[in-house]
């Protein structure tokens, strides 16, 4: 009689997911921005659809591949939207805000997300889409004069091979020319930090990557010596000279002595050794330009006086009462840590609080940084 009565209630369970569409979805409320109302539209239901799934997309990997699917969210194919309706649409600023109301299948949408994460052709696609054209520069910082030379051979296939794999992500590297110009104005062929930042400033970098390594070698037996070189990649805003994040990688080698012994077993060491730091740096790098894992965007007042930084202030503290840190200020700069806002709110409210207040500033977005500064 027990088995019977269980039986009965499985049956009517089975009965009762099926006949409901809506057990495994979800109805909510989305929205999203873009320069056509298109996009918004797209935007706004890919939006939906990590809330409906219950999708925590905090790397920015899975959410530019679930873009990928957009026009199939859109158009319907791929079942993950069962229905939408537009409840609002406006532009502003030139740009167009859209919201809907969608209902969600989590089931298919947690399938999908699934599969992407499991598709590495979608990662490549996911790389060259989203990063093509945005500016790294790649500059070897020789600090000292008993360091490699750029023009070695070890130090030329680290180069090399790190900017090869920064384009085959679809990043645009560049500087050689305009650090090659530089070096031949100074006697000795070193730049220091301050010129080098400035130089990737100039050239509008988004990311500087210094490459920075250290070698040596010891006799190990009769004709052979072992090499070890260190490796450092350091990020860089070039914007705000702002220290981003550092890959470190030591690698070693058996060579025979010789007077090419140190450039051919660092060359050997780059290769293989280097394409694992190089690995490590472009990760770091679309972390940090896909603001992936930030909590606060970073908001820099360049080239600004006194005044219009007490102003900036007081519209973010007062008129916004947004909860604010200042870990720098000086008479002409001021940064500013603005906790639990995105990077599109921030942007968006900020610049309309300071039209407001009549003050004209010159705006652009590095990464998850906004940088204000005088025209």
């Not at 996911?126 to 070897?140: G, I, L, M, S």
């Not at 305009?178 to 100074?186: S, W, Y």
């Not at 990311?207 to 004709?223: F, N, T, Y």
């Not at 309309?352 to 207040?357: H, Q, S, T, V």
């Amino acid at each position: 009689m027990l088995n019977k009565m269980i039986y009965i209630k499985i049956f009517l369970l089975f009965l009762f997911l099926g006949f409901n569409p809506h057990v495994f979805a979800a109805t909510v409320e989305a929205s999203g921005m873009g320069d056509t109302k298109s996009i918004a539209l797209t935007d706004a239901l890919r939006n939906a659809v990590s809330q409906g799934a219950g999708l925590k997309l905090t790397s920015m990997t899975a959410v530019k591949n679930f873009e990928l699917e957009a026009d199939k969210i859109v158009s319907g194919t791929s079942g993950i939207v069962r229905t939408y309706k537009v409840i609002r649409s406006k532009r502003e600023e030139g740009l167009y805000n859209i919201t809907v109301r969608a209902v969600v299948d989590k089931i298919q949408a947690q399938k999908t997300f699934r599969q992407f994460m499991e598709d590495t052709n979608t990662q490549k696609i996911f790389q060259k889409q989203t990063f093509e054209n945005r500016r790294v520069a790649v500059v070897y910082n020789q600090d000292r004069m008993d360091n490699l030379t750029e023009d070695s051979k070890g130090i030329q296939t680290l180069l090399t091979q790190l900017r090869d794999q920064l384009a085959s992500k679809g990043f645009r590297v560049f500087m050689q020319k305009q650090l090659r110009a530089l070096r031949n104005r100074d006697n000795s062929g070193i730049l220091d930090k301050k010129t080098i930042i400035n130089a990737a400033r100039d050239a509008g970098a988004e990311v500087l990557v210094m490459v920075q390594l250290e070698a040596g070698k010891r006799q190990v037996s009769d004709g052979y010596i072992n090499i070890w070189a260190d490796m450092t990649f350091e990020m860089i805003e070039p914007a705000t000279a702002a220290f981003i994040a550092s890959v470190n990688q030591r690698g070693k080698t058996i060579s025979n002595a010789g007077s090419y012994a140190i450039d051919d077993g660092i060359a050997r060491i780059a290769v293989k050794y280097g394409k694992v730091a190089g690995d490590k740096l472009i990760q770091k790098i679309v972390e940090y330009l896909s603001g992936a894992s930030q909590k606060s965007v970073t908001v820099v007042f360049r080239n600004v006086d006194d005044e219009i930084q007490d102003e900036a202030l007081d519209i973010l503290e007062g008129d916004l009462s947004w909860e604010v840190n200042v870990p720098m200020q000086t008479g002409t700069m001021m940064e500013v840590e603005i906790f639990e806002k995105d990077l599109r709110t921030v942007r968006r409210k900020l610049s309309r609080a300071l039209r407001k207040k009549g003050i004209r500033l010159k705006r652009s977005i590095v990464g998850h940084r906004i940088i204000y500064e005088s025209k």
